[in-house]
């Protein structure tokens, strides 16, 4: 009789616990789902920063130079080459051995606004450098970490 009820409570107890653990699961999968439409947000809104902000410089936009959304490389009217930036995100943070250092997306980005734009670079951590970076890193979805790998 004391097998019977002891072997009753285990089966609660598993059932218990499979129902909290698809519970768990069901809130996980929700918060995924609601995590991606801000996600989605925020490469679109990089992508009409990218094409169409000029950060108060010279007039030019990022596509200016990095042609069809940045996936196409190009020459500048230097005629210096343009990299293209669909693998950006796969070789950033970039250590440069020159300077010993490692260089962030956001530094590069940065620097493309100052030196080629001749614009005001959005801040480290601003909601436009946050847009910027999310848009150039989803150029280079689903494509293997390659440290110390060059531009495509
Ligand atoms: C006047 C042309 C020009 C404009 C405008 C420009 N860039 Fe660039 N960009 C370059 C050149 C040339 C390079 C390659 C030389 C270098 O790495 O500095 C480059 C490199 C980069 C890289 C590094 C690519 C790699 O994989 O190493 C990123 C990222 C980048 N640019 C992002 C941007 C973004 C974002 C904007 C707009 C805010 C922008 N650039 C505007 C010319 C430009």
Redesign the pocket.
């Known amino acids: 009789m004391r097998l019977v009820i002891s072997h009753g409570r285990k089966t609660i107890g598993l059932t218990a616990a499979i129902f909290l653990n698809s519970a768990l699961c069901a809130l996980g999968i929700q918060h995924a789902a609601a995590a991606e439409p801000q996600l989605e947000k925020a490469i679109q809104d990089g992508k009409t920063?990218?094409v169409h902000?000029t950060?108060g410089g010279s007039g030019?936009?990022?596509e200016?130079?990095?042609l069809n959304g940045?996936v196409g490389s190009g020459q500048?009217?230097k005629r210096?080459?343009?990299?293209?930036?669909s693998?950006?995100g796969t070789?950033?943070p970039?250590f440069e051995a020159k300077k010993n250092k490692v260089i962030t997306?956001e530094e590069?980005?940065q620097?493309?606004?100052a030196?080629?734009?001749r614009?005001k670079p959005p801040a480290y951590g601003s909601e436009q450098m946050t847009q910027?970076v999310t848009y150039?890193t989803s150029l280079a979805q689903g494509k293997p970490l390659n440290l110390g790998g060059k531009?495509?």
């Open positions: 920063l990218f902000e950060f030019m936009t990022c200016s130079c990095h940045g500048s009217p210096s080459t343009i990299p293209s930036l693998n950006s070789i950033y970039r997306l590069k980005i620097n493309c606004v030196g080629a734009l614009g910027l150039v531009p495509e």
